[in-house]
């Protein structure tokens, strides 16, 4: 028997809705396994324990998390109670920097069963690779004048040791794909730290030769996959370039609410953290109306991780299964609720398995 001890952190707002949803997901796909058993442990770290202990998470939290093999995460937020900075750097950015996740996997894809939002109707399937750890979101910085001519900085910090990690990743994946490798850059705009990061491209692309290699500027790269995304396999980009190529890229896969993603501690030194690329969604938490996709699919993501890939097709292939019966949550223009949804999910994986 394989056994996973896995941290649960449902977290706020509609995270509470479709993590359960996932995990009934992951315990059927343990059922149809058979040799496989999941220990949760659920940690009530959000912004209602922050109202009460003035922190998102104890003192000793992310110690505590260091001994479990993977964290598994919904969304954090209440925009209206604690601002977001915030709860986002009191959990989600703390436990990404502690447990050195250094690279955000997340996939974009048309799955069977939707139509594409976009004029082109083609399906497609790409990786944004998104470096995790520094670039534009970072501490350094600070107001400098604070009278009437107010004046703020805000640094960004690169270093060769994550670019160049996020790079090779992102050349090792295609190399299992379809051997092209983007940069998102700004060179033209940013000159320090862009072109850093065109030359760290460069000297990392050497080594694939078996790849395409390209760099191209943030603002065509969001044009280009709106009007022609089938021509993208594998994407590198900053931290900000990917946070915001990605939500780009739920949106063209019809929704946010069904964009999974990944943050990998590579070397597994530490546990690595899988959460959807969406937010609490305050406006629709507590109805029972949330996607429960893309927290599924970030299982999926899990399974992937541990070893466990046929069974991360099963998931995505029961998903898929559902979306072309037309079973589909509000935001993908059908009426069915989270329950709904993820009931139909759960009869087609073990009509699969
Ligand atoms: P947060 O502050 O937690 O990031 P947010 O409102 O800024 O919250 P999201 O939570 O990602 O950002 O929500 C953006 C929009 O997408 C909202 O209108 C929300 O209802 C919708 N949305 C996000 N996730 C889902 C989902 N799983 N199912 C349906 N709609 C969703
Ligand atoms: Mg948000």
């Known amino acids: 028997m394989n056994t996973y001890d896995i941290a649960v952190i449902p977290g706020d707002g509609i995270g509470k809705e479709v993590v359960p949803a996932a995990l009934r997901c992951l315990e059927a796909v343990a059922d149809i396994h058979g040799g496989l058993k999941w220990n949760w442990t659920f940690f009530p770290w959000n912004c209602e324990y922050y109202l009460q202990h003035g922190e998102m998470m104890p003192e000793d939290g992310i110690a505590t998390l260091k001994q479990f093999d993977q964290i598994f995460l919904g969304a954090v937020g209440m925009p209206e109670l604690v601002p977001d900075h915030i709860s986002l750097w009191g959990l989600l950015v703390r436990i990404r920097r502690e447990c050195e996740q250094s690279i955000n996997v997340r996939p974009a894809k048309l799955l069977r069963g939707l139509e594409s939002p976009l004029r082109n109707p083609e399906p497609f399937d790409f990786v944004v690779v998104r470096e995790n750890s520094e670039g534009e979101y970072s501490q350094a910085g600070g107001a400098i004048h604070s009278d009437e001519d107010e004046l703020v900085v805000q640094n960004a910090i690169f270093t060769r040791r994550q670019t160049a990690k996020a790079m090779k990743y992102a050349f090792e994946l295609a190399a299992e794909r379809r051997h092209s490798v983007v940069s998102a850059t700004k060179s033209n705009g940013i000159v320090h730290s862009m072109p850093f990061w065109d030359r760290v491209f460069g000297e990392v692309g050497a080594a694939y030769p078996d790849a395409a290699a390209r760099s191209v500027h943030i603002d065509a790269l969001c044009a280009y996959l709106v009007m022609r995304p089938q021509q993208f ?29 990944a943050n990998l501690n590579v070397e597994r030194k530490y546990p690595s953290m899988f959460e959807p690329v969406h937010g609490s969604a305050p406006d629709i938490a507590g109805k029972g109306l949330a996607n429960p996709i893309g927290q599924i699919w970030t299982a999926k993501q899990m399974l992937d991780f541990i070893g466990l890939p046929e069974l991360g097709e099963l998931v995505l292939g029961a998903i898929e299964d559902s979306l072309a019966a037309g079973v589909k949550t509000r935001d993908l223009g059908g009426s069915a609720t989270t329950e709904e949804a993820v009931s139909d999910i759960l009869a087609r994986l073990y009509r699969r398995g």
């Open 233 to 261: 396999d594998v994407i590198v980009a900053s931290n900000l370039f990917g946070d915001i190529l990605t939500d780009l890229g739920g949106a063209i896969m019809g929704s946010i609410g069904i964009a999974p993603a």
